[in-house]
């Protein structure tokens, strides 16, 4: 059964600082996504990573792919407090469906 | 409405009662997803469809449990003889064209299932 981890699972930054979320799965797959989701609101897509190595940007996050490791990264470049939400990683497996990890819920504090 | 909408945004039952939440895609979608989400987790798979054909019903918890698409389009989760354990959020996504590349799976907002 696939697994997929995030940690931390809860991060307080402070404005204008770098911090990394990382995102751990247990079985091959080529396609990982990030997604954001605020406070009673949906999911909101934000990278698909599809093979190794794959390197996206998008403002101040930037989302990297290992499929060797078994291993996504988020990176956050000098926080602000609109980034305060939930980011949730997924790993597609057979048949397009997403396995995601528990969600790391992200505070960022002024 | 260019995302996907669900139908209700609420709903509140009693025990035993069947309950029907409805999905409407993005136009042109050929893919359909349903999916269950617990407060304070992720979403967690329950079935999908290519078009009308449902492709996977693995995530299904048991058989009070299904799902429909008959035009390839709206889909409807109808669960029966709902039971408390059965509330959470119900949300649905929706994709272009499985195995692009670029493809993505995009979220509707969710129906709030809470059974009494």
């Known amino acids: 059964e696939l697994k997929v981890e995030q940690n931390p699972l809860f991060l307080s930054m402070q404005e204008g600082k770098n911090y990394t979320i990382y995102c751990n799965y247990s079985?091959?797959?080529?396609?990982l996504y990030w997604y954001r989701q605020d406070p009673g609101k949906s999911l909101e897509s934000l990278f698909v990573?599809?093979?190794?190595?794959a390197v996206k940007q998008e403002g101040r996050l930037m989302a990297s792919l290992d499929t060797k490791a078994r291993l996504s990264t988020l990176h956050i470049t000098a926080a602000v407090h609109d980034l305060s939400a939930t980011y949730f990683c997924?790993?597609?497996?057979?048949?397009?469906?997403?396995?995601f990890g528990a969600g790391t819920i992200l505070r960022v504090k002024s | 409405g260019a995302g996907v909408s669900q139908s209700p945004r609420y709903k509140v039952t009693k025990r035993g009662q069947d309950v029907a939440l409805r999905c409407d895609p993005i136009?042109?979608?050929?893919?359909l997803y349903w999916y269950r989400q617990a407060l304070g987790q992720g979403p967690e798979f329950l079935t999908y469809?290519?078009?009308?054909?449902?492709?996977?019903k693995s995530g299904l918890p048991n058989d009070r449990f299904s799902a429909e698409r008959p035009e390839g389009s709206i889909s409807t989760l109808t669960i029966q003889r709902t039971e408390q354990r059965d509330s959470a959020m119900y949300r649905c996504?929706?994709?272009?064209?499985?195995?692009?590349?670029?493809?993505?799976?995009?979220f509707g907002p969710g129906t709030r299932l809470t059974v009494l």
């Open positions: 079985t091959t797959s080529d396609r």
């Open positions: 996504a929706s994709s272009l064209q499985p195995g692009l590349n670029t493809d993505t799976q995009y």
């Open positions: 997924a790993v597609e497996v057979y048949g397009n469906k997403l396995v």
């Open positions: 990573l599809l093979s190794n190595g």
């Open positions: 469809f290519n078009y009308e054909a449902q492709q996977d």
């Open positions: 136009s042109g979608h050929v893919s």
